[in-house]
């Protein structure tokens, strides 16, 4: 069983910056591709960014390109979304997600583990 648990989330105004981290029990942490995906209320539950099991391939929504960057430290067991350039429409609870596996998927269905989420709120 692995265990997610995000940090880091809260309320900025448009224009900040927030990091959120996303500590995992998994053992080797190597094994699994990491998610980030966001959920509006309202709204489906959206890919935001993934990064492979040894950091070498990642990909990004196109709404969040250029803004949101995803990174991980297996050493420590962590993986990090620094999103600059926040905007309203980033609003949402934010999750963190792992599969077993080397490479990224998009597809929340594609991903065996999530943590409870952390809220972004981000006011205009």
């Known amino acids: 069983q692995v265990q997610l648990v995000e940090s880091g989330g809260g309320l900025v105004q448009a224009g900040g910056s927030l990091r959120l981290s996303c500590a995992a029990s998994a053992r080797p942490f190597s094994s699994y591709a990491m998610g980030w995906f966001r959920q509006a209320p309202g709204k489906e539950r959206e890919f935001v960014a993934g990064?492979?099991?040894?950091?070498?391939?990642?990909d990004y929504a196109d709404s969040v390109k250029g803004r949101f960057t995803i990174s991980r430290d297996n050493a420590k067991n962590l993986v990090y979304l620094q999103m600059n350039g926040l905007k309203p429409e980033d609003t949402a609870v934010y999750y963190c997600?792992?599969?077993?596996?080397?490479?990224?998927?998009?597809?929340?269905?594609?991903?065996?583990?999530w943590g409870q989420g952390t809220q972004v709120t981000v006011s205009s």
């Open positions: 990064i492979s099991y040894n950091g070498g391939s990642t």
């Open positions: 997600a792992a599969r077993f596996g080397a490479n990224l998927r998009l597809l929340p269905r594609e991903y065996g583990y």
